[in-house]
Nanobody, 116 residues
Framework: QVQLVESGGGLVQSGGSLRLSCAASGRIFSISDMGWYRQAPGKQRELVARITSGGNTNYADSVKGRFTISRDNTKNTVYLQMNSLKPEDTAVYYC??????????WGQGTQVTVSS
């Protein structure tokens, strides 16, 4: 069983930065792909960034050049560094772990609010 615990959300002014963290329990972190998704009120959940078990990354076009996803397999933790934040980045951010068999685990979500 895997549990994901996110932290690092909060309120920040436009142009500011936040770093989200997601700590995973269990033994499959290093062989799993990790992702960050977000869901704004009235909108569907969308992929923000993903990092594979091999370290390859991909980003939503809306965050390219501003957000960076990384992972530390020694700490079973994935990070999302968010710079130059915009009001449209306001959402609940969810951590995702996708196993090699494509089973998905989700964190409880952390709120990010960017004021203009």
């Amino acid at each position: 069983q895997v549990q994901l615990v996110e932290s690092g959300g909060g309120l920040v002014q436009s142009g500011g930065s936040l770093r989200l963290s997601c700590a995973a329990s269990g033994r499959i972190f290093s062989i799993s792909d990790m992702g960050w998704y977000r869901q704004a009120p009235g909108k569907q959940r969308e992929l923000v960034a993903r990092i594979t078990s091999g370290g390859n990354t991909n980003y939503a076009d809306s965050v390219k050049g501003r957000f960076t996803i990384s992972r530390d397999n020694t700490k079973n933790t994935v990070y999302l560094q968010m710079n130059s934040l915009k009001p449209e980045d306001t959402a609940v951010y969810y951590c995702n772990l996708r196993t090699p068999t494509y089973y998905n685990y989700w964190g409880q979500g952390t709120q990010v609010t960017v004021s203009s």
